[in-house]
């Protein structure tokens, strides 16, 4: 069977010391595999749909290990290349209350890195498909994988698939000024853009979501600026107010159709921030391919992420049901026996 | 030397994943045993009492297991047949923040649940007791439960015996009519009543105990039709506001002699929520035995069950000192050094 | 793409202590699956063939965690019904020198013990496959049971699959007498017959594998009148010399036209017993179905099992590599850098 | 009910790093309890008879925890005093292959060791007991713990009660001079003496068990002198073979009315040394209880220790069944299922 | 190179059971090390000073251990002697909500209290040193220490070393009068001094830090009392308002120069309590050494002591950087990446 | 205090599943540090004597972790920099009986391999040092470790220190003919070389050490050949005779003016492999730098490393007391207590 979404990008070992430990402390890792766009895949094979991951990891038990946890959770594998050098991986320190949780990356020099856009077939990939995704992350590591990023999202949007970005800029692998003229290009040829980083030439003044002040007004101006540009049928925020490392207010921004929503706010306690935002575009991705409207399937994201604040790992093992219930206000949390 | 107290029911391995995993992501379980009877007997002999527990579980090493758990804790397992298929386990998955706990119930065909009457020689094991102690959980599990249940309070009553029984409905064992036409008839028997659950036929409008309204006036009603129809001498009812899976506050109402009383309210963070009642229900039956006034019985029960949330596995293992402690009113945490 | 080989069993939940703990020591367990047909299935993929398997299991996390082991190995689940009371599990201590392994079977009134032949739909899951294979634990669960192997091995018989059988006698699931009328209405559609129990009328004198004494020619007589009977193109028995617990001698016959072949034998120590005849099962069927004359797929099975003594779980994890390697005399076991 | 058997002695918290660590690498330790009279009174329960122990711990949690520990497995934990300093405790590195296990105790200023024999009512103690057991380990303690010794084994003694002592020499605690002294008068109240160190004045030569050399003749010696000397009706001396730190030899002498029996010997995987000797006395405790010959009861006990070494923790888990499998010649180990 | 800071004073094993499990429920305990001088010095190199610790431990592993743990942070450990009868340790079981963190000493007959103070060479020691730092615990622990204490704070003076006290009183280990008197004499020797116990016959009316009642007058009176009596240069106090074991408000005052400070106030959810007073201390003294004005010093010390309330262990692992982030308002506790 | 002996190489982190788990079964990693330059800085601060390691870790808590490791037994780090992009690092799969150990590699990028040799103060580090060790998996790295390889060793034997060279050839890291070319090169700065691989053009025929087949005679012609070309002043070459995973053959030659010598065998289980070598190293510095006379430190040698086989992790943790007990002839094994 075909799948109804395919995601691309790096997936990761991640390693992280158990309980509250620091790094310094560690004397074992909790080890799981995760990474933006995998993320994505995971979390819609979760809710019942079909979904691919497109990647390349080495022919080792730890690239194999990567594959297993895909397929653990449902998602095909096919597509993913073995070969090359290595397995990214980072460390995660999970924070807890002032202490901030701390992420050492180590991903250079890694098998999909150094990957040639030729040794994917996306003709074949994308075959039958509904919806494409990535991320910013993709294109940021390194100069083949730009290459890789645009023939994907080129070769999607000539089938009439819907495409997607998750922008997701990282400081640490490239500058602002390199992401911008990156992703500019790459944003011609996508219909749901995910994120309101600054990237590409767009700013709002006087807003600061760790403070709760939150422009408005100015989301709105941005939006619709970025809609002029790159002609996106969806933009979407998330936003989050750090009360604490451990309690986070969380809602999310959409816009479509030159009309702004704003979501209901969840008060979370975080178990694991870590792919949280992932979570958000996957409900928003299961939303639109199953035909909510724009205002539900950002209720549907925000309420899935929510439930992920609470589960550790990158995936979102939030069920279907869990997810509904939230949002329709259930939330007294009794045992149900 | 003869119990003070004897309960009856099922005992059941519980296994849950560590830390916040979800039992999807389980590849190992931390494994304790409880069962709402049990977990009296354990909390009784933790206060000082004898408590003697009876019940079947199977001739293998989980059913002994089992009893040696509960030895663990000092109470008497003499009156513990073996034999049969198998002891009934339950899953556990911790809930956090929004994220409901999550129980998974493996009981059918257990050793208990198939036990007959005559097994047991009653005028033996209430020979000099004090107190016995049951819950609608025991004559749910099948028709023999409710045989077993039966002569068990009948017996106890002819001697003289304070009885008492937790109401403790579980939808997932049988119905609303099944359990409101058995839980008539043993109600006959009973003296003190734990639960409020609208079981015998009474209801409370107006009143949601999750968003905090609380209808003191229907309760009150409630009780007294209770009481007229049953002849209880005391009637109780724990109440949860669930704030989240995490946090909930925690108070509870006793009536007898015409009158009702409402505890002070604790704010809980909660480590385990599972034994809860039954830490009220021991801290009550506790207090009873040793002869406090209703009222103070009840504050000491709601002390005992605010400190089991902070306690993992089914068993309260809140000390005397501790309890009193907390019904004093001393919450300020100092490490005491 | 369709799957090369079936298998269809029951799945379990596998409990084990860590470590060398006793059961009644254990206060946690490590958690896995398996089941003989699923072990097939699992080291098939692992070899790189197609697999699937078909079973049922109950519509709840654990069942999930069930068919998430499969996945993540590489096994097609799709056939996999959800339903039912609950998943059979069984409690594992590993045993070490002269303590031997003990087993705690909790398998009544499983999910698949109670489903019906026609709840599947044979006609579409054998479809282009090869070879299906089932075991004789699989018929012993239940009544339904034993109609729902029939019904799939006739299917498969009558569309000129290759058929294997385990027979696997499993003395605390049913009588001999009921085994040997079950499995020899069975046997009628099998062509591959794994396992010299005596199961089906025959016994070989004088033979005491615990103590090194073997009968060869009663083995091959013994071969023979099953052939005569049954018309099986092939019969195997794997040998084991019982040291100690952990200090076993290893190998095994294979009988086919007429001619008996007796593979090398290897010493192994036991990290884990559990599985190992599926483990020389698997590896038969791989090599038969990749095309190996009888006497290599015997040899390349014989040393897959070896070296499963040395993995924990169920499942065969040695990949192809290790097996040839180890079939081809390489012994040394120098780390590899 | 009575206790059958009485021992008395110190319980102590053992702490040791998991698996294989060595001491300096532990981060965690893995935690159970236990002592040569403790680990016999276990052992007896688990045989199916009642045992009670007679100690003294701290009157805090860890005190608290050594006697849960007790109850666990069955033994009678009325006659333990609470109060003093502290448990002792002992740290463990489990040996292996070449490098042997190592002990680092901390015992100064226990409780027990500060106990006044004026404490314990023995007289109440004692009243129907069959056999009363202690080590000479107890009166290395202290003084204080000589006179309580002393007392005990006089009391036992006029009360016509069987009464045994382990010879147990630890150099750590005394010195040979001193303990000559005391255990030459503590004999005059024993009637069954395990161990056959020189404490007594008495010496084999040319005897080193470690490679394999064993003076029978020079035993029997030995044991004639002791008797003479001090009337026991039987002595006992294990005797290990040590390969290795990972591989023994185990056998015992037994010696009364006049004769020398030399049991079968076992060659034993070593999984846990510690109480080894004490599942040795244990077993011969629990034969001549129940009416054994002297000679099946030594066969008892050395098939009982043997089965010890592979069973982790100080106490002897192995069934009544296993030892009486072990002993009947079943070693093949095959799993039962 | 010269340690710029030396400490003094007992380092001890911590056993606690994983999570938040009892003692009661422990069957293996976390490993650390911690003592409130230790805790200091390993604070100290963490921010990149030079520290060495004095004390004295036991020639096994045990102690190496301890000595190792140091190392692992940075500490010199040179002056650390080997001997004596055990390293002294405690039990925490770590609080959460209503229920206290609770810990169990066990330090009686260490090394440490049994050294003289002659066998440390504190000419050598102090050498080119700028602050030298114990605690009330040390003088507490015997007669030997009270001597051992004094001579390290009187050649620390003769030498024109920086000399602090955290006055630390333990009613476990002694009384208050005992402690007044003691302390009154060190005092004498003394520049900084932690903590406004009122031990030295100083009390504050009508203040009650848990319930956020704090008489600032009365402490500031009570400063300069202390002052004018024993010529501190400073004297700092941690203010902690327990809401709950597991939230908490925490500040301090600083007294120097006739003038009282009073630090922001951080609501601190806590992960571990054990050495947060010895990060105030060890922030403090990083801070005054390092040239910061006392407000300033005060300011690194109570955001450095938040910070280790989120932190496993007794030591502070809070970086530089991280204190300094936080001291400078930054909390929104973005993961960095 | 100057070191006595400086080592220089990289240093990883050491990944590996608990117990005997797989690598696609490991659900967390056991995390330790190692490299064969800083196993034997490690061993000799065991053995009390005074060594430094010189390398290049990242500037983030995994690079910090690694030097806390160093710390924690002992081993100066002052010489390490910080810097470059990342820790290199190794998955370790522990072997069994037929299944041998399997390492993951994951060192590319690292560190260490992108020093340059003017980064470091060879004049300063290796000033009052008695001798220098480095390892052929150090040039093997990188062209840049090729010249930092040369310039220490050059260094150091211009300053009259004795410098060695284990070869260790690392076919996954460089061709033979560029090994052979570069340490030819290196070796004309070696005392001592640790290896016989036939790296430097030399080969043995007829000797295959795994089936026990040892032709002395060739070994003593390479030795001979070896010395002529190169000077060494002795040259060493560990035998292992793998019987399988589990248990080995171990002892070791030694060559030096003009004559060969054969260490004593030991039959050893191991635990842990990796690191053994080195542990050879180790004892053999030890033993010279001691004074001790070659065969005496060869001894030495083989005793320590076959001890090492006992333990987890790379480092050798046995102690001298140990080492010369075993090397003594004492291998009973009995518990010390």
Redesign the interface.
């Known amino acids: 069977m075909s799948a109804q979404v395919v995601t691309m990008g790096e997936i990761m070992l991640r390693?992280s010391p158990?309980?509250?430990?620091?790094?310094?402390?560690?004397?074992?890792?909790?080890?799981?595999y995760g990474g933006a766009e995998a993320n994505v895949a995971v979390a819609l094979c979760n809710y019942g749909l079909q979904a691919s991951f497109v990647s390349k990891v080495p022919d080792?038990?730890?690239g194999?290990?990567a594959i297993?946890?895909l397929?653990?959770?449902?998602v095909d594998t096919q597509y993913i290349l073995r070969g090359g050098?290595?397995?990214g991986l980072y460390?995660l320190?999970t924070?807890?209350?002032?202490?901030?949780?701390?992420?050492?990356?180590?991903r250079?020099?890694s098998s999909f890195a150094d990957v040639n856009a030729c040794e994917f077939d996306f003709d074949k990939i994308l075959d039958g498909v509904s919806w494409f995704h990535t991320t910013g992350i993709t294109p940021a590591l390194s100069p083949k994988a730009v290459a890789l990023t645009e023939l994907a999202l080129k070769t999607a949007k000539a089938k009439g698939i819907t495409t997607s970005i998750d922008l997701n800029y990282?400081?640490?692998l490239w500058s602002k000024e390199k992401a911008e003229t990156v992703l500019s290009t790459l944003c011609r040829y996508v219909d749901v853009c995910m994120g309101a980083d600054p990237l590409l030439g767009f700013t709002i003044k006087d807003s600061d979501m760790?403070n709760g002040n939150l422009n408005l007004q100015g989301f709105n101006n941005m939006f619709k600026c970025m809609t002029d540009r790159f002609g996106f049928k969806c933009i979407t925020a998330s936003l989050?107010e750090?009360y604490?490392?451990?309690d986070n207010g969380w809602s999310a921004l959409v816009y479509g159709k030159s009309r702004m929503y704003h979501t209901k706010q969840?008060?979370?306690?975080v178990?694991d921030?870590?792919g949280t935002g992932d979570s958000f575009t996957s409900g928003l991705i299961y939303g639109l391919v199953t035909g909510m409207p724009m205002t539900d399937a950002a209720e549907f994201a925000v309420a899935a992420s929510?439930?992920k604040?609470?589960?550790?790992?990158d995936f979102n093992?939030?069920s279907l049901a869990?997810v509904n219930d939230?949002m329709m206000g259930n939330?007294?949390?009794?045992?149900?026996?």
């Open positions: 390693l158990p309980g509250f430990k620091r790094l310094v402390q560690a004397d074992s890792f909790e080890a799981t080792n038990p730890v194999q290990s297993n946890h397929r653990r959770y449902g050098d290595r397995l460390f320190e924070g807890v209350s002032m202490r901030a949780s701390q992420v050492v990356y180590d250079v020099a990282r400081k640490k760790t989050r750090s604490s490392a451990s969840y008060n979370v306690r178990v921030r870590v929510a439930l604040h609470t589960i550790l790992g093992h939030a869990e939230l939330e007294s949390n009794r045992i149900q026996r």
